[in-house]
């Protein structure tokens, strides 16, 4: 099973709770009816105003590759004709995730509350990802349902940020040297596995 990663956002003229309602009611429906997916996460922003976007979305699939290509046929004219209606699509920023579960447990609180550590390199330092991983263990060791993303952008939008670590609750943590960590709270959605392998109708 293969991973990918979303943040998208709002339209012009919209506003982040109207995006994150439509979403839940309407694209998320949409998109398992017409993907493969295994499992099907987004994790809604509840701050970081500044971030530039609503929503951060995991996707799950046998072959995810060769479930993004379907964008390229009837499958990404259905998706892209909803997109219009809600999100901001000159913004859309997808990308591979190369997932690390850290511990296991539920990914978020019981209110579905959970932090993401938006991670970058900080002054181009060559070990990064070495740090972001064994800063993740670290929180693992103590915590469960922690994961780490390392994440390569697909497109010209790149996704916005090199990695996300991700934590059950609202967390605060120190980063070590050498990352630069911006966090955001959000409250995580999941389609349930039957519902997708029920919904699913391919093309």
Known sequence: ??????????RPGSNRADFQAYY????AP??????????YVRNHLIDGQ??????ISEFWADDIAGAAALMSGPVGDILRDD???FMDQSRIAPGGAEEHVLS???????????TAFLIDPADGGEDWRAAALTWGKEIAATQPGVSLDFVTSWKDV??????ILW??????CDAPAGLAVRRLSARRAETPAAVLAESYAPQ
């Open 83 to 85: 997109e219009a209606k």
């Open 50 to 55: 500044d971030f530039g976007h609503d929503t």
């Open 158 to 163: 790149a996704f916005p940020a090199a990695a």
């Open 104 to 114: 296991l447990g539920d990914p978020a609180n019981a209110q579905g509350a959970r």
């Open 1 to 10: 099973m293969t991973k990918s990663i979303c943040a998208l956002g709002h």
């Open 167 to 172: 934590v059950p609750g609202h967390v605060a």
């Open 30 to 39: 949409l998109g398992a009816r017409h993907f493969p997916f295994t499992r």
């Open 24 to 27: 839940e009611s309407n694209h």
